[in-house]
């Protein structure tokens, strides 16, 4: 009688312990993946310069910055980020998306491809 019992409550610990596991993973694929928010920014380039002139952005959230330029100004036709080694060309009333990380804090600066226009970029 105790060796029936015995074997009973092994039988019977064995399959909580598999219940629990199961649960536990039943649990781990139900639980969403916790991304990081994309942060975005629209910068228009007209007569008066880049509107706004000034923008923020949080340190380690990804960034998608797009610049629409809506001014046939000769130095207008490039946007050139140096802290993020970007420069990409502007075409005339198309949206240009620059995707990148801001990875310290600080103001950094963009302007056209002659630096003329000039806006700045300020990473908390």
């Known amino acids: 009688m ?3 019992i015995f074997v009973f409550a092994v039988i019977a610990g064995i399959f909580l312990f598999a219940g629990t596991e199961t649960f536990a993973q039943r649990k781990a694929s139900n639980q969403k993946i916790v ?13 008066r310069g880049y509107q706004p002139e000034t923008f923020r952005l949080k340190k380690g959230v990804p960034a998608r910055v797009t610049f629409i330029r809506k ?4 130095c207008g036709r490039e946007i050139v980020i140096p802290a993020y080694n970007i420069r990409r060309e502007l075409p005339l009333n198309q949206p240009v998306t620059v995707s990148f990380t801001p990875k310290k804090a600080g103001s950094f ?16």
């Open 35 to 47: 991304t990081k928010k994309v942060q975005s920014v629209r910068i228009s380039l007209t007569e």
């Open 109 to 124: 600066n963009f302007m056209c491809g002659m630096d003329m226009l000039r806006g700045k970029l300020i990473v908390q």
């Open 71 to 74: 001014t046939e100004d000769e």
């Open 2 to 4: 105790k060796n029936k």
